[in-house]
């Protein structure tokens, strides 16, 4: 089962805009993680955020966590064509062990 | 290339076949996963292994599915008697677990595709 969802699950929109993503979980979480994969490739890990962290940034991204609510973003700022892609969160929780539990993910797609 | 790597990258293969998928982690890591993802769909655990030891398996990874890690370091997965079901992107990952968490690092996946 998946425990993270993504919202949307599709979004385009034009080089230069901010992109916001967003993903929702269910249990108690000691972290969310946040990867990006190209079409037919593997996956890239973009940033970690700690449950006892709320907010992150690494360049132009930005991620924000809450834990009362169970969810997380993802911001891009100044978005490129070259940040067409997929996005997914991942969780790593007590309850499911020592794995990843990943969501459906979000398809950005950037429009030069 | 000091990254993960999969091999082969693409497998075509016939329903009832046998294939095996290997997988080369960063040499540093202790920790080796594999997952499967299909279209659409985010990655999904199959199994892992903390050095050579197995610890956990899914309960997608039916008795046809073996996954070995003899020395600690590569490892493979076998798929017996495919079905047309097992088509996916299987996915390797390892990381570096000391105390706490630790981000993964994937390969870039093998394809298979049972005809």
């Known amino acids: 089962s998946q425990q993270g969802e993504e919202d949307p699950q599709a979004l385009s929109i034009q080089e230069g805009e901010n992109a916001t993503m967003n993903c929702s979980y269910k249990t108690s979480i000691n972290n969310l993680q946040w990867y990006r994969q190209n079409s037919g490739r593997g996956l890239v890990h973009l940033i970690l955020?700690?449950?006892?962290?709320r907010e992150k940034h690494s360049g132009r991204l930005r991620v924000t966590l809450d834990t009362s609510k169970k969810s997380s973003s993802l911001l891009i700022t100044a978005s490129r064509a070259a940040d067409t892609a997929s996005y997914f969160c991942?969780?790593?929780?007590?309850?499911?062990?020592?794995?990843?539990?990943f969501g459906a993910g979000t398809i950005l797609r950037v429009k030069s | 290339d000091t990254g993960v790597s999969q091999d082969p990258r693409h497998k075509i293969t016939k329903r009832g076949q046998n294939v095996t998928f290997r997988c080369d982690p960063i040499s540093e890591h202790n920790r080796l996963y594999w997952y499967r993802q299909t279209l659409g769909q985010g990655p999904e655990f199959l199994t892992y292994f903390q050095n050579e030891a197995q610890l956990e398996k899914s309960r997608l990874l039916s008795d046809r599915f073996s996954a070995e890690r003899p020395k600690g370091s590569f490892s493979t997965l076998e798929i017996q008697r495919t079905e047309q079901g097992d088509s996916a992107m299987y996915l390797c990952?390892?990381?570096?677990?000391?105390?706490?968490?630790?981000?993964?690092?994937f390969g870039p996946g093998t394809r298979l595709t049972v005809l």
């Open positions: 990952a390892s990381s570096l677990r000391l105390a706490g968490t630790a981000e993964q690092f």
């Open positions: 991942a969780t790593d929780a007590l309850e499911y062990g020592n794995k990843l539990v």
């Open positions: 955020i700690r449950s006892n962290e």
